[in-house]
């Protein structure tokens, strides 16, 4: 009976060790373990009774006792422990000890300066501490009491020796008693006699920064070799491990002399983690400036640090600290070092979360970069809590917004659900390239359809696309003229034999009499592509099924891996490259780039020989964005998401994007027109509109012959 009240306290410990992956610390064993509960992983530090020595139970207790009253972020931290007559658990935050990482780190290429200034930092921290605050001695700084966590992090353990520094004789054994082996990093004088009572530990210190760099030491006289110790630490180290121990710096000094400009701990990497320990207390205005030039740093920085020390301090500044959307570029660098779990598990919330934000910068942002995280959105959350926010901004006053929302389409487009796809944003697409007042919007608009009508039903698609693409043939932007006419050409396999008859054709035809040149070139050979579909289907009936195979086709299913209806997707690194490729010419006749592209879906053998014959690649030769012209600074040679290929340019460097048309410089910024003023403008459509009307005059006066004396002048 009484058996039953005497239950083993360690069935009733809340921490489960797992047995394998074992390390030796001084007198403990640490395993990995993990919460019965919640099974969050944890570290044990488990010492056996039975099987150490008096002097080892005397310093475990003793360490048991410190890790319970010691609180800094840069000791090893204490969550739980037990202690029973067999054996006592310390359970901490789950780490690694400092040799074990360093020789992972050394498989993956080693360790970086970077990284190790940082951790040194942090355990010179923890030890002037210990000195400065706590009037304590550690006596037992070395390799064996380091430990790194899952941020890269070193924490100060191996408390086992900690002392007053008030002179107080101390109990505890001397560590070269319970391990002779450590005999080796006692310094040259005995019982610090003649030094500072922290030279003991600052030359452990230096015994540490030198098996850091050169790995083991082998014995005491190893350390006047300085072997790979970085130059801007030697002076430092040298004082360090300096015979006279009066000499040797207080840990706070030696932190100091290492911050100075120009010293081993003064660089990006402890700056940044020096701002985010005090993050809470930074001015709104430091906050932003650092958010934005850590993005340029994180790619130097440790992957795990990025992950487990970067990543909750971006969410933490975008949930409290109304950081806005200057954490977006660092969030979406650290979320390429994430599991596709983690991502879904961490960024995603956060993602849906920003798109309900009225502040018009982090919605741009988020269009701009919706590419990096498109592929873990599921179709459920698009439809119900991104899009009915991201629809908002067709409606915008900001160009910007519309044309990023435009772009942001062609992702967003294969997880629309049929009502959204078909009826919402079809709705929109009218509105915007009927009356919008920015004639790349209205080019982009019929780009952007072009490239989802594989994604619309059937239905849609034959009441939609002919129109669309024949509104953009009339309008008067020549950008959007040319991206009508390829529209056509690419979604070529969508109509039926008598539709290219009696609608396209027709539609086609005016414009090989379009004022710009590119409008004309383009106009011929989709004509001759659309001729020689019918030129097939009259010499051989039979092929009329095959070629209209795709007419009445279902839309592709959501996420489908199909091209874009031979407006080939190549190469996409950002939303405004190559959504259309191969420009035409400019007025000039400049070269047409030809890029490599995707194969589309041919209607028949035929056909697509046809359309190659014209110079379409099988429908596949389209234009580029308007708005994504990039100049560099040298006003040399375009980016991959140029208006049109290979033209020859010269902008300063502070114009963003320009289109360049006949011999006018049409700049967009973005969808802007900032080139000419407004009563130019004006003035420029009215001298093109006389200058028409003048022309068809003309013709009317050349078809009629000369006039007969006496003739009346009819107009």
Same mark, same amino acid.
């Given at each position: 009976?009484?058996?039953?009240?005497?239950?083993?306290?360690?069935?009733? $410990?809340?921490?489960?060790?797992?047995?394998?992956?074992?390390?030796?610390?001084?007198?403990?064993?640490?395993?990995?373990?993990?919460?019965?509960?919640?099974?969050?992983?944890?570290?044990?530090?488990?010492?056996?009774?039975?099987?150490?020595?008096?002097?080892?139970?005397?310093?475990?207790?003793?360490?048991?006792?410190?890790?319970?009253?010691?609180?800094?972020?840069?000791?090893?931290?204490?969550?739980?422990? @037990?202690?029973?007559?067999?054996?006592?658990?310390?359970?901490?935050?789950?780490?690694?000890?400092?040799?074990?990482?360093?020789?992972?780190?050394?498989?993956?290429?080693?360790?970086?300066?970077?990284?190790?200034?940082?951790?040194?930092?942090?355990?010179?921290?923890?030890?002037?501490?210990?000195?400065?605050?706590?009037?304590?001695?550690?006596?037992?700084?070395?390799?064996?009491?380091?430990?790194?966590?899952?941020?890269?992090?070193?924490?100060?353990?191996?408390?086992?020796?900690?002392?007053?520094?008030?002179?107080?004789?101390?109990?505890?054994?001397? %560590?070269?008693?319970?391990?002779?082996?450590?005999?080796?990093?006692?310094?040259?004088?005995?019982?610090?006699?003649?030094?500072?009572?922290?030279?003991?530990?600052?030359?452990?210190?230096?015994?540490?920064?030198?098996?850091?760099?050169?790995?083991? @030491?082998?014995?005491?006289?190893?350390?006047?070799?300085?072997?790979?110790?970085?130059?801007?630490?030697?002076?430092?180290?040298?004082?360090?491990?300096?015979?006279?121990?009066?000499?040797?710096?207080? +840990?706070?000094?030696?932190?100091?002399?290492?911050?100075?400009?120009?010293?081993?701990?003064?660089?990006?990497?402890?700056?940044?983690?020096?701002?985010?320990?005090?993050?809470?207390?930074?001015? +709104?205005?430091?906050?932003?400036?650092?958010?934005?030039?850590?993005?340029?740093?994180?790619?130097?920085?440790?992957?795990?640090?990025?992950?487990?020390?970067?990543?909750?301090?971006?969410?933490?500044?975008?949930?409290?600290?109304?950081?806005?959307?200057?954490?977006?570029?660092?969030?979406?660098?650290?979320?390429?070092?994430?599991?596709?779990?983690?991502?879904?598990?961490?960024?995603?919330?956060?993602?849906?979360?920003?798109?309900?934000?009225?502040?018009?910068?982090?919605?741009?942002?988020?269009?701009?970069?919706?590419?990096?995280?498109?592929?873990?959105?599921?179709?459920?959350?698009?439809?119900?809590?991104?899009?009915?926010?991201?629809?908002?901004?067709?409606?915008?006053?900001?160009?910007?917004?519309?044309?990023?929302?435009?772009?942001?389409? @062609?992702?967003? %487009? +294969?997880?629309?659900?049929?009502?959204?796809?078909?009826?919402?944003?079809?709705?929109?697409?009218?509105?915007?390239?009927?009356?919008?007042?920015?004639?790349?919007?209205?080019?982009?608009?019929?780009?952007?359809?072009?490239?989802? &009508?594989?994604?619309?039903? %059937?239905?849609?698609?034959?009441?939609?696309?002919?129109?669309? $693409?024949?509104?953009?043939?009339?309008?008067?932007?020549?950008?959007?003229?040319?991206?009508?006419?390829?529209?056509?050409?690419?979604?070529?396999?969508?109509?039926?034999?008598?539709?290219?008859?009696?609608?396209?054709?027709?539609?086609?035809?005016?414009?090989?009499?379009?004022?710009?040149?590119?409008?004309?070139?383009?106009?011929?050979?989709?004509?001759?592509?659309?001729?020689?579909?019918?030129?097939?289907?009259?010499?051989?009936?039979?092929?009329?099924?095959?070629?209209?195979?795709?007419?009445?086709?279902?839309?592709?299913?959501?996420?489908?891996?199909?091209?874009?209806?031979?407006?080939?997707?190549?190469?996409?690194?950002?939303? #405004?490259?190559? @959504?259309?490729?191969?420009?035409?010419?400019?007025?000039?006749?400049?070269?047409?780039?030809?890029?490599?592209?995707?194969?589309?879906?041919?209607?028949?053998?035929? #056909?697509?020989?046809?359309?190659?014959?014209?110079?379409?690649?099988?429908?596949?030769?389209?234009?580029?964005?308007?708005?994504?012209?990039?100049?560099?600074?040298?006003?040399?040679?375009? #980016?991959?998401?140029?208006?049109?290929?290979?033209?020859?340019?010269?902008?300063?460097?502070?114009?963003?994007?320009?289109?360049?048309?006949?011999?006018?410089?049409?700049?967009?910024?973005?969808?802007?027109?900032?080139?000419?003023?407004?009563?130019?403008?004006?003035?420029?459509?009215?001298?093109?509109?006389?200058?028409?009307?003048?022309?068809?005059?003309?013709?009317?006066?050349? &078809?009629?012959?000369?006039?007969?004396?006496?003739?009346?002048?009819?107009?």
């Amino acid at each position: 009976m009484w058996s039953f009240f005497a239950r083993d306290p360690v069935k009733d $410990f809340n921490y489960e060790i797992i047995p394998e992956n074992q390390d030796k610390s001084g007198i403990w064993t640490l395993h990995r373990g993990k919460r019965k509960t919640t099974a969050e992983p944890v570290s044990v530090f488990l010492y056996e009774v039975s099987q150490g020595t008096e002097e080892q139970t005397q310093l475990a207790k003793a360490a048991f006792k410190r890790m319970k009253t010691l609180r800094h972020p840069n000791i090893l931290s204490f969550v739980d422990g @037990l202690e029973t007559e067999k054996s006592l658990y310390l359970v901490t935050e789950p780490v690694t000890p400092l040799a074990t990482h360093l020789k992972a780190q050394a498989e993956r290429g080693g360790s970086g300066d970077l990284e190790v200034s940082w951790g040194l930092h942090q355990i010179v921290k923890a030890l002037s501490f210990l000195v400065n605050d706590c009037h304590l001695l550690h006596n037992n700084v070395g390799m064996w009491a380091i430990f790194v966590d899952r941020a890269g992090e070193w924490k100060l353990g191996g408390l086992d020796h900690v002392t007053s520094d008030q002179g107080e004789p101390s109990s505890l054994p001397p %560590a070269k008693v319970v391990n002779p082996d450590l005999e080796k990093y006692d310094p040259p004088e005995m019982n610090n006699s003649g030094g500072e009572k922290w030279s003991g530990d600052v030359w452990r210190l230096g015994c540490l920064i030198w098996e850091v760099f050169n790995g083991p @030491l082998p014995r005491a006289s190893s350390l006047r070799s300085l072997g790979k110790i970085p130059k801007q630490l030697v002076p430092h180290y040298c004082e360090l491990v300096g015979a006279n121990p009066k000499a040797r710096p207080n +840990p706070a000094r030696f932190l100091q002399n290492c911050r100075s400009s120009g010293g081993f701990m003064s660089n990006s990497f402890v700056e940044s983690n020096l701002f985010l320990e005090q993050i809470q207390i930074k001015e +709104p205005s430091e906050k932003q400036q650092f958010f934005q030039d850590l993005s340029d740093n994180l790619d130097s920085f440790p992957e795990d640090f990025c992950k487990h020390k970067v990543l909750p301090q971006l969410l933490t500044a975008f949930e409290f600290g109304n950081a806005g959307a200057v954490v977006l570029t660092p969030l979406f660098k650290v979320g390429k070092y994430l599991s596709a779990e983690e991502y879904q598990q961490k960024i995603i919330p956060v993602i849906v979360k920003m798109f309900s934000s009225t502040d018009r910068a982090m919605r741009i942002r988020l269009l701009q970069q919706m590419e990096q995280f498109i592929q873990y959105l599921n179709e459920a959350a698009v439809n119900s809590q991104i899009f009915p926010h991201v629809v908002h901004g067709f409606t915008d006053t900001n160009p910007a917004i519309r044309e990023q929302t435009v772009k942001s389409m @062609l992702l967003l %487009a +294969p997880k629309l659900n049929e009502s959204n796809l078909n009826q919402e944003l079809m709705r929109h697409f009218a509105r915007l390239q009927s009356r919008d007042d920015q004639g790349p919007i209205r080019c982009n608009t019929t780009v952007c359809l072009g490239k989802i &009508a594989p994604y619309l039903n %059937a239905g849609m698609r034959q009441r939609v696309l002919t129109s669309a $693409f024949s509104r953009a043939t009339k309008d008067p932007f020549p950008a959007s003229r040319a991206a009508g006419v390829l529209g056509f050409a690419a979604t070529h396999h969508y109509y039926s034999m008598s539709e290219c008859a009696s609608r396209i054709l027709p539609t086609l035809c005016p414009l090989t009499m379009d004022p710009d040149k590119n409008v004309r070139d383009q106009a011929f050979k989709a004509i001759k592509c659309f001729l020689n579909k019918l030129e097939t289907v009259s010499d051989d009936p039979s092929k009329l099924a095959e070629m209209e195979k795709d007419v009445t086709s279902s839309a592709q299913a959501s996420g489908s891996a199909a091209t874009w209806a031979g407006w080939a997707v190549t190469g996409v690194s950002s939303l #405004t490259s190559k @959504l259309i490729r191969n420009a035409p010419a400019d007025t000039e006749g400049a070269r047409t780039e030809n890029t490599p592209s995707a194969q589309a879906p041919a209607a028949t053998g035929a #056909t697509n020989a046809a359309c190659k014959d014209e110079g379409w690649g099988s429908g596949q030769e389209s234009i580029r964005l308007a708005s994504d012209y990039n100049w560099d600074s040298e006003g040399g040679k375009g #980016t991959s998401s140029d208006l049109f290929s290979n033209v020859s340019q010269r902008a300063s460097p502070s114009t963003a994007s320009m289109v360049r048309r006949k011999k006018n410089l049409i700049t967009i910024a973005p969808y802007s027109i900032l080139g000419l003023s407004k009563a130019e403008l004006a003035k420029k459509k009215r001298d093109e509109r006389r200058k028409e009307l003048e022309a068809k005059r003309a013709e009317r006066k050349a &078809a009629k012959g000369p006039l007969k004396l006496g003739a009346r002048k009819l107009d």
